[in-house]
């Protein structure tokens, strides 16, 4: 099949690889939610081998994510696994998590389902690191932003740019604490959130 192909995977996996560097470093297994065509995938895990860098999707991209996956032929990228977030996830925990531009497309209570469902998926001291752009205060961080905010509305009216306070609280009580929030190009962030290793 054609390989399905995102640009901006492109624009973006170079400073996300510096994040991913300096917070999976010590990780070993990693679970990518919402995988999309399957380039972070093969990008980052060239990049990080000591890493198993596991793929999952709802099941109409597993075929694109496959494809990537076969060209690249990579020893530390398992076939992708079936995971929607508002099902059940695939009962094994991962010491890290990693998702990009995937909050602002689902819907809110799908949002709600991906924190909910963390606490059964994370092995003790995980780390959760996400991409995408995020409002603060209520408000925009750019025009840009902003734009791209109406142009998601247009496309579907469940999506939009999610407030950071409240992600961040669903994170919180999913018993993950905040250890970085980066900006990055384009007025996006990477944030990141780690399981207290003494959590109970």
């Known amino acids: 099949m054609e390989k399905p192909n995102a ?10 690889l510096e994040v991913l560097k300096a917070h999976f470093a010590d990780r070993r297994e990693v679970l990518e939610i919402g995988s999309g065509t399957g380039q972070h995938a093969i990008f980052f895990a060239a990049a990080l081998p000591h890493l198993n860098w596991q793929t999952s999707d709802r ?17 530390n990228t398992p076939p992708p696994l079936e995971f929607d977030v ?13 998702s990009a531009n995937t909050l602002h497309i689902m819907p809110w209570a799908a949002v709600e389902s991906f924190f909910a469902g963390l606490p059964d998926l994370l092995a003790e001291g995980a780390k959760v690191v996400i991409y995408g752009p995020f409002n603060y205060g209520g408000r925009f961080t750019s025009d840009s932003n902003a734009s791209f905010d109406r142009w998601l509305k247009e496309q579907a009216a469940h999506q939009g ?8 609280e669903m994170a919180e009580r999913a018993g993950l604490r905040l250890v970085e ?9 990477c944030l990141v959130w780690q399981v207290p290793s003494n959590r109970r």
Do not use: H, K, T
């Open 59 to 75: 099941c109409e991209n597993l075929p694109g994510i496959a494809a990537w996956l076969d060209d690249a032929a990579l020893s």
């Open 161 to 168: 740019i999610r407030d950071f306070e409240r992600v961040n």
């Open 7 to 16: 640009p901006s995977c492109e624009r973006n996996r170079e400073p996300i």
């Open 181 to 189: 929030d980066r900006a990055m190009p384009s007025n996006n962030r």
């Open 86 to 98: 508002v099902e059940a996830g695939p009962g094994r925990r991962f010491d890290a998590i990693f």
